[in-house]
């Protein structure tokens, strides 16, 4: 793995492989001997990406370098490209980018001579939720096939519905989408079910946010949104009893789930943030042992646990 920008560049086998690595970092760590740096260069908002990469960088000794686009040099009208050049000329070692643009890699990976992690591009793709998702899901059934997993919410403007989408099915999982009228995706080659179809047949439920700020002419009006299209407190009690609740946050209380299922004992939307810190650490220390940067001389294993 040189760059980790999609899901689909890695096997069945790299996927589980990541997982258990993941796990490991959940009760063990890493002491670096050596002095690296990484770079998270953030071009649109975040909370938990972000956060769970620093702290996964933090764990594993790593320096973090600042960057915020509203005190960078961005806004002089630095370009991505130039802004990832000058962390790679200072000596960072790993850079971390998010950006509005679907493809920002495709001017960037055969220019940069450091490894680049995919935080989240466009609307395409944002490979380490999909992971982390994918590890929650693995957790609780041990396997994917057969399961039925049904993507809700704004399919149209969401990089997690299209990651997601394709590696459960590659990973055996039968995936439906559900949306309202205008958030479909009809490129992406899956059937449409409705909510209550929804809620009475599958095996977990991943809602999507509404992403007003993706959408054009404005968000259409959110009135009864919830009951018509959300995950209502009536509708979670027609899920099956072992199904659970995925959501990859930012939450919309009351507009796609009821505030009061949030913290239910089926939601595992907690668990995906926790999930979120090992995968990136696992991610991050797989890339790094791919370039060289980290090697067995360069580490050293702690046997304390770590508690989260």
Known sequence: MRHFISVNQLTVEEIMNLFETADWYRYTGLELKQQLFAANLFFEPSTRTKSSFIIAQRRLGMEVLDFHTETSSVKKGESLYDT????????ANLLVVRHQSDSWFENLKGNISIPMINAGAGTAEHPTQCLLDLMTIYQEYRTFKDLKIVIAGDIKHSRVAQSNAYALKALGARVFFSAAPGFEAYQLDFPYISMDEAVNMCDAIMLL?????????????????????????????????????????????????????????????????ENGVYIRMAIITNILQEWGIMNENSIEKCETAISS
């Open 84 to 91: 990832a050049k000058t962390f790679e000329s200072m000596g």
């Open 209 to 273: 946010r509404i992403q007003h700020e993706r959408h054009n002419q404005g968000s259409a009006s959110m009135t009864d949104y919830l009951k018509n299209y959300g995950l209502t407190k009536d509708r979670e009690k027609r899920m099956k009893q072992h199904a659970i609740i995925l959501h990859p946050a930012p939450i919309n209380r009351g507009v796609e789930i009821d505030s009061d299922l949030v913290e239910c004992e089926r939601s595992r939307i907690f668990k995906q943030m």
